[in-house]
Structures are given as structure tokens and as C-alpha cells.
């Protein structure tokens, strides 16, 4: 049996989760929550005030991130009352593709007085899509020069990859690019801050670098060139070797960093690994074509197989990307729900909230009982859940949402259980598509706030997807994974477990709750989903959709 500890960190979009998790049995001891202070910046830079100007920014504060391990570490440490000598393990798990330049001190390049008003030296987290026209570049040079860099990867650039956030800042901020001793995914920064090893996770490369672990590469110089000749030694010139494989050791803790965490110098520390893709694991979903949805401010959708299909409009298929030697598959939906909460705080009248503060309940939980009570296609209402584009399968950034159906009479709730609809519509798109080329899906789990918080929203999901859900046992289902494979990176010689078979048997928990579709509406939602998916066609797939016309208007009024 046993004894000991790991830590898991997840860090999310708006927050860090650090768990503090026993290794008998994946108790989750203690568990403790950091909100970023500087939260997602999108208007003006923190300190300098300088405006932000355009739309698709999203960018934030390294020291957030930094103030995040200090504060939950302890913290845990203290709730748990364990010794620090029995964490066996620590481990951290990131939003992907967060990226920042950094000098060859490590220092983030906004940290320095000269740059901090200078937006392209701040970290760029996964949603700023404010290089959407370098991605297009690249997807563009790589079909005209046949480079065939994004064919595992849907076939396109997004501005979600590490690349055209560098070659943004390339041409936006050429100094910065020449300043930068190298640019680090946000997962490495923080390992590198407790270990001392600049080295880089093949998770993390390989979902947003296009870095091929098979063949231990990534795209060619001749790429790079096409692109802009300046940055033809890009892989060289801005260090973005060491890759090390997901599951091992990225160094051993450091003491100055032990001495602020509260834990001993030389613990073992794991490389990093994608927020979502880590997911997979403490869910219990490590067997070829078994689902996992991420379900949060996005919702990714993870799967592992055998074998690689290239998939269009998929975000990518890659080795190593979970568990070592399986093909990862990542699929997802830039807003799920950010959308949800986009609607509550524009669109919900007064008098909700007034209904929701005298019952004392959250106003998402009222929405969620009233849409409840709607029958399936009562409203009229149907909605595209593209307000912070379409990742897949039509990977396009520019796209943006749509509410058909309202009348003098919709209300709040119709509208809002449209758009949970519409969500659970884009995820049967991906289904679907990953059935059509030969990786069906055969066993779905679901994970992240949404999942545990709306008891509705999964069954609209079972319904739609005509497949039973079963939600993890745990709320904290990333930082769990991250404290699993701490404990896999640990090994048995320090008190940890040599295989992720062994960790998951004994570190995972049956799940929660199982959504089985309600025969009633699945006929119901296949009719709805039809319309959806004409609409998705119609406005998605067409070369000239009016809403990249808008889009166009907005980007030349705001110039």
C-alpha cells in the first residue's frame, strides 16, 4: 500500500486549482482555488494602461501565475496537515497555446520596465486571435509550397498555435523578437520557474508547435522561410528545443522555489501537460477511443486511438499528446461556457436577478430550472455557438454566433436553452466527423464545472449525442490527472507509481453520475439538429459567409 502524496496545479483560464492528493487511493485531501487578479486582460495593458487596440486580445500576467503556486501550495500543505517531506510529487497542467517571450534570465520580457507597455510582450493566452492573419499565411504558404505542416492538424492554421502568435510578433513588434531569448508556452515557464530546466513539454508542443514526436521535429526551415526569411531559424535561434515526453520528470525542485511552495528541495517535478488532454486520465479514460469534454469557459474534446487519421477540421492528431505511444485527437469549442456567461451578464433581464437573490440562487441555476422546463423545440429558438469562432471543424476564428427565431415573446430562458443546445449541436459536428474517418467514439466522459454544476445541460447533451455521459467522480478532474502523473513521474523509487495503469486503478474513482439520453427527444433533436446543421453549412462552410463580410466591415472601421 501507499504512503505519501502529490500536488496537482491546473491552471485555467481565469484560475489556478492546486489539489493535494493521496496516493492509496486519489482522496483529494485538499484543494485550494487562486482567481487571477489581471484576470484575461482585453482592454488595457496592467500597470501602463495602454489601450489595447482591435478586437481578440486576451492576454495576461505572468505574476498571477507565480502568486498562484505560492498561495494554493502552502495552502494545501497546511488544509491536509502533511508532512511536506510526504509530497512525493508536484505537477502542473496549462491552458494551451499560452505563449510569452522571455530574456535568457527567464524573465518575462512585460516584466521589464522598457516593455511592460508593449503588448506583444505580455504572455498571449490560448483565445487572443489577434493573429489571425498570420495564420492564414501559413496556411497559405503551407497549400501553395506543399509543406504539408497542418495536414495533421485539419489541414489549417488557427490563431490558437504557437507559431502565428510568434510571427505576429515578428511583424507587429520586431524588437521584442529580438529581444526574446526564446518563447515558452505558459506550462513550461512554470516548471522551468521550479526546476531550474529550460525544457518543453511534447504535450504541449506537439497539440500547438506542430511538433512531431514521432519523428522528434518541428516544421522545416524552408517553412519558416516562406513565411518571412527573418524567421527562418526560428526552432535554433529562439531555443525551442528539449523536448521531453509527457509522464517524466522535468527536474527536481529547486530550493529557493521549495522554500516558497513549503516543500522540499528536490521533489520531483512533472513536465507539463495541456489542461484538457491531462483531463483523460482522472477521468479513467485511458483506453483507445474513450471521449473525454472538457467542459469549461471552452470545451475541448480529447480522445486517444491507435492509429492517426487526418481528420478535416480537426485541431489535431499527435503522438504522445495523453499517454505516451497513443495518437491524441483534439477537437473543441472555443466558447461553451464564456458563452453562458456572456448571455447572463448582456442579455438577462433585472428581473431575473431579482427572482434569483430572493431565492438565494445563483442566476445560472434559476436559468438553468426554467430552461428545463421548456419541451424540446417549444421555443423556437436556434442558435450558432461561434461567438468566440469555430475551432472545429470549420477552424475559423472569424465566425461569429447567430440567434434565429425570436419573436416579441422569446424569453430569456428559450434564448438560453437554445445556446446550450447549440453547444451540445457543434460537439455531435465533431462526433460525427471523427466517426466519418474511421475513430468512432465509444464511451463519453465529461468533466469541468459545467459538467458537475448543470444537471440540464448534460442531459441535453446525452439527448443530442444519443450516447450515455458518464461525469467524473471529482470536480477538479485536470489537477487530479496532474497529481497522477506527478506520482507516474515520481516512480516507484520515491514513492510513486511506475505505470498509469497502476496510478489510474488506484487514483481514480467511479464516476459521479451517468446521463442516459431520453428516447423521447432523441427523435426530437435529430429533427433540430438538421436545422443546425444547415445553418452551420450555410454560414460556416460558405467561402464568402456574411459573417466574415461583417467581420471585415468591423476590422476596417476600428483601423
Known amino acids: ?124 493566452l490560448w483565445k487572443n486571435h489577434t493573429a489571425v492573419p498570420e495564420a492564414e499565411d501559413m496556411t497559405r504558404a503551407d497549400t501553395q509550397n506543399h509543406r504539408h505542416v497542418f495536414d495533421d492538424y485539419g489541414f489549417r492554421a488557427s490563431s490558437e498555435f504557437f507559431f502565428p502568435k510568434i510571427l505576429e510578433v515578428l511583424r507587429k513588434d520586431e524588437e521584442i523578437y529580438n529581444t526574446a531569448y526564446t518563447f515558452i508556452e505558459g506550462g513550461d515557464y512554470v516548471t522551468y520557474k521550479m526546476t531550474g530546466a529550460l525544457v518543453r513539454s511534447s504535450c504541449l508542443a506537439a497539440a500547438k508547435a506542430q511538433y512531431n514526436a514521432a519523428e522528434h521535429r518541428y516544421p522545416p526551415k524552408e517553412f519558416f522561410r516562406d513565411l518571412d526569411p527573418r524567421m527562418e531559424g526560428v526552432v535554433e535561434d529562439k531555443h525551442l528545443g528539449s523536448i521531453v515526453t509527457v509522464g517524466s520528470r522535468a527536474g527536481l525542485l529547486q530550493p529557493e522555489m521549495a522554500e516558497k511552495l513549503g516543500l522540499c528541495a528536490g521533489t520531483p517535478v512533472c513536465i507539463a501537460h495541456a489542461d484538457a488532454a491531462v483531463a483523460l486520465v482522472g477521468a479513467g479514460a485511458i483506453h483507445p477511443n474513450e471521449i473525454t469534454f472538457a467542459m469549461g469557459t471552452s470545451t475541448c474534446h480529447i480522445m486517444m486511438a491507435e492509429t492517426k487519421e487526418q481528420i478535416p477540421g480537426m485541431f489535431g492528431v499527435y503522438k504522445d499528446g495523453v499517454l505516451p505511444d497513443y495518437y491524441t485527437y483534439e477537437a473543441g469549442q472555443d466558447a461553451v461556457g464564456d458563452i453562458f456567461d456572456w448571455f447572463c451578464r448582456r442579455m438577462v433581464p433585472q428581473s431575473y436577478f431579482d427572482e434569483a437573490a430572493a431565492r438565494g440562487v445563483a442566476i445560472q441555476k434559476l436559468l438553468d430550472e426554467k430552461a428545463g422546463a421548456i419541451p424540446v423545440g417549444a421555443s423556437g429558438v436556434m442558435a450558432l455557438d461561434w461567438m468566440n469562432g469555430n475551432r472545429s471543424i470549420l477552424q475559423d476564428t472569424d465566425l461569429t454566433g447567430m440567434i434565429m427565431g425570436l419573436t416579441l415573446s422569446t424569453k430569456a430562458e428559450e434564448v438560453y436553452r437554445a445556446l446550450i443546445e447549440a453547444t451540445a449541436f457543434g460537439t455531435r459536428v465533431i462526433m460525427e466527423a471523427f466517426a466519418r474517418y474511421n475513430v468512432p467514439v465509444k464511451k463519453i466522459f465529461a468533466c469541468g464545472g459545467l459538467a458537475h454544476k448543470s444537471p440540464i445541460l448534460m442531459q441535453i447533451y446525452a439527448d443530442i449525442l444519443n450516447q450515455p455521459i458518464s461525469v467524473t467522480a471529482v470536480k477538479q478532474t485536470s489537477a487530479l490527472s496532474t497529481a497522477i502523473f506527478a506520482a507516474v513521474a515520481a516512480g516507484s523509487r520515491d514513492g510513486g507509481y511506475d505505470t498509469f495503469d497502476e496510478a489510474v486503478e488506484h487514483m481514480v474513482q467511479p464516476p459521479r453520475r451517468v446521463y442516459t439520453p431520453d428516447p423521447a427527444n432523441v427523435p426530437k433533436y435529430d429533427r433540430l439538429y438538421r436545422v443546425y446543421r444547415e445553418m452551420h453549412d450555410l454560414l460556416g462552410a460558405a467561402k464568402e459567409s456574411p459573417m466574415k463580410e461583417l467581420r471585415r466591415i468591423q476590422r476596417e472601421s476600428i483601423q
Open 1 to 124: 500500500m501507499k504512503s505519501g502524496y502529490t500536488i496537482g496545479c491546473d491552471f485555467g483560464t481565469l484560475s489556478m486549482r492546486a489539489v493535494l492528493v493521496r496516493l492509496e487511493d486519489g482522496a483529494i485531501l485538499a484543494e485550494q482555488v487562486y482567481e487571477y487578479p489581471d484576470s484575461v486582460i482585453t482592454e488595457r495593458l496592467p500597470g501602463s494602461g495602454v489601450e489595447l487596440k482591435g478586437p481578440g486580445w486576451a492576454l495576461q500576467n505572468p505574476d498571477d501565475w507565480l502568486n498562484a503556486m505560492y498561495t494554493c501550495v502552502p495552502a494545501v500543505v497546511a488544509a491536509a496537515k502533511v508532512a511536506k517531506s510526504d509530497i512525493k510529487g508536484i505537477g502542473v497542467d496549462f491552458t494551451t497555446c499560452t505563449v510569452l517571450p522571455m530574456d535568457r534570465q527567464g524573465t518575462p520580457l512585460c516584466k521589464l520596465p522598457q516593455y511592460r507597455s508593449r503588448p506583444h510582450a505580455w504572455p498571449k
